[in-house]
């Protein structure tokens, strides 16, 4: 099998083992799926998708400073940023950051190895931020699962690990261009030096990682992010009757979320739904049939549908495709249409 096939089978390969466990766990309940969607309080769902969509803002606001030297709008930033997490809930292999980067290349002309330097601070803020909501929600909610408790400590290692390589990377910016160097020799010119001028542009924007008050503004912004996001998690046990505990949101959200690390189909099904629907039967003593029927609702109904919509009309109006979106040019430049500026 090539490698290709290999990066596509995997992940689906894994969702789908995942979704028919799901479902083997609870072939008997099947049958209260229907019965939990019909007692759930429907009117809540709108509420809960506001409460995402501001997170999203606030997340594009934390973008924004990750791009210092830049005077980006928030509402482009946003724009950008709802395409790229719809790419990643209807295409394989999580190219939702490609699409970040060139849609910032062709709306403000950012270089791509800015955008993809910021992405990579955002990354590692952003896995910090959740480890250490899930630690919060493991001091908060009795009788936790030892695998939460273990699987938070490892996390918030792994991203604290993260932030210390990021800035020993800013601090030694020189060795990133070493490495760049050396790739690109071997290679044509119109391959080696792109290569060069991303490692450029990513080294130079790592300077930002150099302030720890800098730092620590972001994850301050990172974690207001996230506890806005999870509060969707809170609204909708609300809907569904389920206990009234924001510590209980924050867990099973954060756990959810952590699981999406996982190799996966789009939309992150399987990882996401077998996650939620086990943390909340373990914690919560909540039966399958409301567990699954809960999931379908926050997963889909209001955490991929909904920006779906948006990132879909975005593109519409901005006369792109997903295609088009995902396949970088050669040379991105500032080169951006009047009508692509506009819609900026």
């Given at each position: 099998m090539?490698s290709r096939?290999?990066?596509?089978?995997?992940?689906?390969?894994?969702?789908?083992?995942?979704?028919?466990?799901?479902?083997?766990?609870?072939?008997d309940?099947?049958?209260e799926i229907p019965?939990?969607?019909?007692?759930?309080?429907w009117?809540?769902?709108?509420?809960?998708?506001?409460?995402?969509?501001?997170?999203?803002?606030?997340?594009?606001?934390?973008?924004?400073?990750?791009?210092?030297?830049?005077s980006?709008k928030?509402?482009?930033?946003?724009r950008?940023?709802?395409?790229?997490?719809?790419v990643?809930?209807?295409l394989?292999?999580?190219?939702?950051?490609?699409?970040?980067?060139y849609l910032?290349?062709?709306?403000?002309?950012i270089?791509?190895?800015?955008?993809?330097?910021s992405?990579?601070?955002?990354?590692?803020l952003?896995?910090?931020?959740l480890a250490l909501?899930?630690?919060?929600?493991?001091?908060l909610?009795?009788?936790?699962?030892?695998y939460?408790?273990v699987?938070?400590?490892?996390g918030?290692?792994?991203?604290i690990?993260?932030?210390v390589?990021?800035?020993l990377?800013?601090?030694?910016?020189?060795?990133i261009?070493?490495v760049a160097?050396?790739?690109?020799r071997?290679?044509?010119?119109?391959?080696?030096?792109?290569?060069?001028?991303?490692a450029?542009?990513f080294?130079r924007?790592?300077?930002?990682?150099?302030?720890?008050?800098r730092?620590?503004?972001?994850?301050?912004l990172?974690?207001?992010?996230?506890?806005?996001?999870?509060?969707?998690?809170?609204v909708l046990?609300?809907?569904?009757?389920?206990?009234?505990?924001?510590p209980?949101?924050?867990?099973?959200?954060?756990?959810?979320?952590?699981?999406?690390?996982?190799?996966s189909?789009?939309g992150?099904?399987?990882?996401?739904?077998?996650?939620?629907?086990?943390?909340?039967q373990?914690?919560?003593?909540v039966?399958?049939?409301?567990?699954a029927a809960?999931?379908?609702?926050?997963?889909y109904?209001?955490?991929?549908?909904p920006?779906?919509?948006?990132?879909?009309?975005?593109?519409?109006?901005?006369?792109?495709?997903?295609?088009?979106?995902?396949?970088?040019?050669?040379?991105p430049?500032a080169a951006?249409?009047?009508s692509?500026?506009?819609?900026?």
């Open positions: 090539s096939a290999l990066r596509f089978g995997i992940p689906f390969g894994i969702s789908a083992a995942l979704l028919i466990l799901l479902a083997n766990s609870m072939r309940q099947l049958g019965a939990a969607l019909a007692t759930a309080d009117s809540l769902i709108p509420p809960a998708v506001a409460v995402y969509f501001v997170g999203i803002w606030l997340r594009s606001v934390h973008w924004g400073l990750l791009l210092p030297a830049y980006v928030v509402s482009t930033l946003f950008a940023l709802v395409v790229g997490l719809t990643n809930d209807v394989p292999l999580r190219v939702g950051e490609l699409a970040r980067a910032l290349a062709r709306w403000c002309a270089p791509y190895g800015t955008t993809m330097a992405l990579v601070v955002e990354r590692v952003d896995g910090l931020s909501l899930l630690l919060l929600a493991l001091t909610v009795p009788a936790a699962p030892h939460l408790v699987g938070g400590l490892l918030t290692a792994l991203f690990a993260g932030v390589l990021l800035v990377a800013a601090w030694r910016a020189s060795t261009m070493a160097i050396l790739v690109a071997p290679l044509p010119a119109r391959l080696g030096m792109p290569i060069e001028r991303l450029a542009n080294a924007s790592l300077v930002l990682v150099h302030s720890p008050w730092l620590a503004r972001l994850l301050g990172s974690l207001l992010a996230w506890c806005l996001e999870l509060g969707v998690f809170f046990l609300l809907s569904f009757k389920l206990p009234r505990s924001y209980l949101a924050l867990l099973i959200g954060s756990a959810a979320n952590f699981s999406t690390l996982v190799p189909s789009p992150y099904a399987g990882t996401f739904d077998f996650t939620l629907t086990r943390v909340l373990d914690v919560a003593a039966a399958p049939g409301p567990a809960y999931d379908v609702v926050v997963h109904v209001t955490l991929i549908l920006v779906v919509i948006v990132g879909t009309l975005v593109l519409w109006r901005s006369h792109m495709t997903f295609e088009q979106i995902t396949h970088a040019p050669d040379r430049t951006a249409t009047g692509d500026l506009q819609a900026a």
